[in-house]
Every structure is written in C-alpha cells, then in structure tokens.
C-alpha cells in the first residue's frame, strides 16, 4: 500500500509519540512506500514561524534530512494538485489539508490522519 502522511503523523512518527495509533505506525513500519508531501515541510515550517508548535521546531529545520535518512519519500505539490485542492467542495478553509486531500486522492494513496475532517472530502483515511 502507498501511503501519505499528515503532518501530525509525519511529527509522531519522528519523535515516537504514542498519540500515533499503532495501526498507523505498523502501516509506516511495514508498507511499501510512504510519501511526506512538501505540504508538511510547509505547514511544519509556518506553524513554528507563528508559535503554534514550537516543539516541532527541530524537524521542521532539518525535514528534508529526516525524510530521506528515514527512507521516506518526497511529494511534490503539481498543478494539478492545486487545482483539485483549490476547488474541492466543502466548508473546511485549511489550505494545508485541502492539499493533502488532494495529493492523497489524485496520487490514489491512503493519507495518515487522526483529522476526521479529510473523510468529509472523500479522502481515503488510514488511522
């Protein structure tokens, strides 16, 4: 199974936070190949920019590192991303998971999430 994930399971899996659900973690450990889209390094680096998740600071100044020394994969954000992201119908606003929504369906990938707000776009979730 390929597999997405969210910046929130991408940080718990780094810092082995329990808060990761242990199908999620097995999922990451065991499947084929697991994407980190651009997005998390985006919403990483501007959340510790604010001071909304200061502890997150030291992965999102090294992510690039991290990611490739883990064996995970980069995911780049296209066109055609943004513009599925752009017009997905729905009330949500987060820029940040309306790409991920979009990454995750276009890329036919399941994304890691604990957000329920992604199965109201139709995204498949692996939690």
């Not at 940080?11 to 808060?19: G, K, P």
């Not at 513009?83 to 990454?103: E, I, K, N, T, V």
């Not at 604990?114 to 139709?122: E, I, L, M, T």
Request: overall charge negative; aromatic content about 10%; charged content about 25%.
């Amino acid at each position: 199974m390929t597999i997405l994930l969210d910046s929130h399971a991408f940080y718990w899996w780094m810092v082995n936070d329990s808060r990761l659900s242990r199908r999620a973690a097995r999922s990451i450990e065991e499947d084929g190949e697991v994407y980190v889209s651009s997005v998390v390094a985006w919403e990483n680096a501007s959340k510790v920019r604010v001071g909304k998740w200061p502890d997150a600071k030291p992965l999102a100044d090294r992510l690039f590192d991290v990611v490739v020394a883990d064996g995970l994969l980069p995911l780049s954000i296209t066109l055609e991303h943004a513009h599925l992201a752009g017009s997905m119908p729905g009330p949500h606003r987060d820029p940040f998971d309306r790409m991920l929504a979009a990454q995750a369906q276009i890329e036919n990938m399941k994304l890691v999430t604990a957000d329920p707000v992604f199965r109201a776009f139709g995204t498949r979730v692996l939690w």
